[in-house]
Structures are given as C-alpha cells and as structure tokens.
C-alpha cells in the first residue's frame, strides 16, 4: 500500500478502537445533546467492531471520583477497562500492555474531553508511531473552543479527522465484505 493509503486508510486487520473517559459523572458537564450524539456514534462503531471481531480497549480516569462508563457503553469495558490518573491513557502502563495485545497499528480514537484526555492521547499514540483517526462526531468536550481547538491541533500534529460513517465503511472497504450488512445497517441509525 501506498504511504496515503497507509494513512488515511483503516485497515481491520491493523485497527483497535479506544474509548476515553465516557464515565457518569463526567457526561452532565457536557452538552446534553452533543454528549448524546457521542454516546450513540460510540455504541454505533462499538457494534461495529464487534460485528467486524475488532478490539476495544476502554478507559476511565479516576473512577472513584468520576465513576464507571456509562452503562450504554458496557461493551466497550467487555475486552479491556483501564483504569488511569494520568490524563494521556498512554501514562498508564497498563493500557501500554493491552494495546501492544492487540496488534494494532492504526487507532480508531473517541471519547471526552477532547482537549484533554482525549488530545494528550493522541499525541502520545502519534510520538509512538500509531497511525491515530480521530472520530470527530465521537468526542466531545464542555466547551465548544475547546473542541474546536483539539480537532485543529490534532490534524496539526498529524492525526486523521475522520466520522463515525467513514470509519466504519473504510474497515469494511466494500460491498463484497462479510461485514458489510452489519455496517450499512449502522450507518441508518446514525444521527447528524
């Protein structure tokens, strides 16, 4: 493949999908109706995956004080939850170990807040040599600027901005593809 493709296209075989901090006590800081849409674009590629046979890796930062993911995102926790205090899921050397698990070396990157967690994550994932999609109808932050902000940074710094929708047809790459149903199904579900 050619070093365009070998970026900004995902290839199955190659990519874990990531899920940052979408914790209860975290979700009412956020606006309700984008925080709404992130929990379903999440449940939507979190099908996805598991249609597809892909791994997920979930996080929560300081689940004493932030609590658990939402119970609407349990599948994400089923294969990995990673417990961390270091905003950079990349800081706790137990996510290292599960991601290195799983292969992968393109990152499917969602969750909140997306200048913080979500942002110094990807960074660090890009430092180590991760080709990093960030799903930007799948991440979001309290404030607007800051969401703004972490998407320009992290095409800036050489991540792939990328939806929900192109994320999973790009895994799948074609009709002929055993997963395909699954994915178009999702793709009808999805909200704008």
């Given at each position: 493949?050619?070093?365009i493709?070998?970026?900004f296209g995902?290839?199955a075989?190659?990519?874990?999908?990531?899920?940052?901090?979408?914790?209860?006590?975290?979700?009412?800081?956020?606006?309700?109706r984008?925080?709404?849409?992130?929990?379903?674009?999440v449940?939507?590629?979190?099908?996805?995956?598991?249609?597809?046979?892909?791994p997920?890796?979930?996080?929560?930062?300081?689940s004493?004080?932030l609590?658990?993911?939402?119970?609407?995102?349990?599948?994400?926790?089923?294969?990995?939850?990673i417990?961390?205090?270091?905003?950079?899921?990349?800081?706790?050397?137990?996510?290292?170990?599960a991601?290195?698990?799983?292969g992968?070396?393109q990152?499917?990157?969602?969750?909140?807040e997306?200048?913080?967690?979500?942002?110094?994550?990807?960074?660090?994932?890009?430092?180590?040599?991760?080709?990093?999609?960030?799903?930007?109808d799948?991440?979001?932050?309290?404030?607007?600027?800051?969401f703004?902000?972490?998407?320009?940074?992290?095409?800036?710094?050489?991540?792939?901005?990328?939806?929900?929708?192109?994320?999973?047809?790009?895994?799948?790459?074609?009709?002929?593809?055993?997963?395909?149903?699954?994915?178009?199904?999702?793709s009808?579900?999805?909200?704008?």
């Open positions: 493949m050619g070093a493709k070998d970026k995902l290839q075989q190659q990519t874990a999908l990531v899920v940052v901090d979408v914790q209860d006590r975290l979700v009412p800081a956020m606006n309700e984008v925080c709404a849409q992130l929990i379903h674009h449940e939507l590629l979190l099908e996805g995956f598991d249609a597809l046979g892909l997920v890796i979930a996080t929560e930062q300081y004493r004080g609590g658990a993911t939402v119970s609407q995102l349990d599948a994400a926790a089923r294969q990995f939850r417990e961390k205090t270091s905003f950079s899921c990349c800081g706790e050397p137990d996510f290292l170990a991601l290195e698990k799983t992968a070396k990152i499917l990157l969602v969750g909140m997306a200048h913080v967690c979500v942002y110094q994550t990807l960074l660090d994932l890009l430092d180590r040599g991760y080709v990093v999609h960030l799903v930007r799948a991440i979001c932050s309290r404030f607007k600027s800051d703004e902000t972490a998407v320009c940074s992290a095409a800036a710094a050489g991540a792939v901005i990328t939806s929900t929708e192109a994320a999973l047809f790009q895994l799948v790459g074609g009709a002929t593809h055993p997963g395909f149903k699954a994915v178009s199904q999702l009808k579900r999805r909200t704008p």
